[in-house]
């Protein structure tokens, strides 16, 4: 038995996580009766990692800043406006790619019980009272704006504190740390669950119904994380950038996919980080931070649907209202949350740019919620997997104007 389990885990990760999704799809179509049993593994894999994620942030980034000497240079500022400018300019992709291939929905109902943020005043005020949370809170509900702010105040107060008490916070984060690594472990039939659980209750041909909208909204996703992403990296490294932006790909979008969580794909970017040689000082922030405000799949989402709502309707956009609303949408975008469907409540937002009624615009979310099985977890690959990439790019961007410096001098 021993054996067999060595040899299981000798196989790289990736690997384990096909082989699991291999069996989970012919699981489901051939025994699609066994849900709960099956179904079970993918819910606490999920379970598991948003429950350690929390933990494994608020010690990571504690220890990180308690630790960090003065004269240790991070990457932050960078970091943040990759975020930014990447989450800008997937609004400004979907924009194009809805004027360019305009799509008409079947409005329906399903968005019952939801309630969506009244204006970017609301989304923003949201975000600020995050920042203010009761830590205790911020850890059970997994805020991760709140976890980061007391994370960083708590670090910063124990900068004097004794090196033994530094000491005793380094031993939790790596504990946890390993905690995760177990877990990670498991990712194979976590996902197996998962991909049964989807195909058994959804069924394959309801991954298809709205055909148009998804090859519209995977088609924008596609040309970001292949296109634009390729372009900043190439910019910032001067080299090859598709050997970077692949393993992103498959080591965070893989796993991100299946678990539909930038939050609970944490554990795993920070793992990749670890494995790519960066600065741990710079991840344990960039990434938690990344899965809250780097939402370039959410700005596409949120884009694309607001302006298939506007086609339906006959809402004339003018190119004024179009900038507009790739702003709106990259703003809103960082306010949505790193769960699941976050950024299908947004949706409305963006429908009041051009007069859409709420009752209608929630019909629009109904829709988001239909194709969601493929939307949201493109989205979630996209935005977590961008999170490690733009972390690696300012490093190694960095590293070679030190290096150009070097040379020169």
Known sequence: MNTLVNKWNNISLVKRIIIGLTVGIILALTIPDVVSPIALLGSLFVGALKAVAPILVFFLVMSAICQHKEGQKTNMKSIIMLYLLGTLIAGIVAVVGSFL?????????????????????????????????????????????????WALILGMALKNASDTTKQVIVNISDAVSQVVRWIINLAPFGIMGLVFDTIATAGIESLFSYGKLIVLLVGCMAFVALVVNPIITFIAIRKNPYPLVFRCLRESGLTAFFTRSSAANIPVNMGLCKDLGLNKDTYSVSIPLGATINMGGAAITISVLALAAAH????????????????????????????????????PLACSLFGIPNDIAMQVVGVGFIVGVIQDSCETALNSSTDVLYTAVAEFGKRRKEEVKKIAS
């Open 101 to 149: 291939f305009p799509i008409k929905l079947t409005l329906v109902a399903g968005a019952e019980g939801v309630t969506p943020p009244g204006g970017v005043g609301e989304v923003l005020k949201t975000l600020l009272m995050n920042v203010v949370d009761n830590p205790v809170n911020a850890l059970s509900s997994a805020n991760y704006i709140g976890i980061l702010t």
């Open 312 to 347: 339906t309707l006959g809402v004339k956009v003018d190119i004024g209202t179009a900038i507009i609303l790739s702003v709106l949408s990259a703003v809103s975008a960082c306010g949505a949350s790193g769960v699941a469907g976050g950024s299908l409540l947004l949706v």
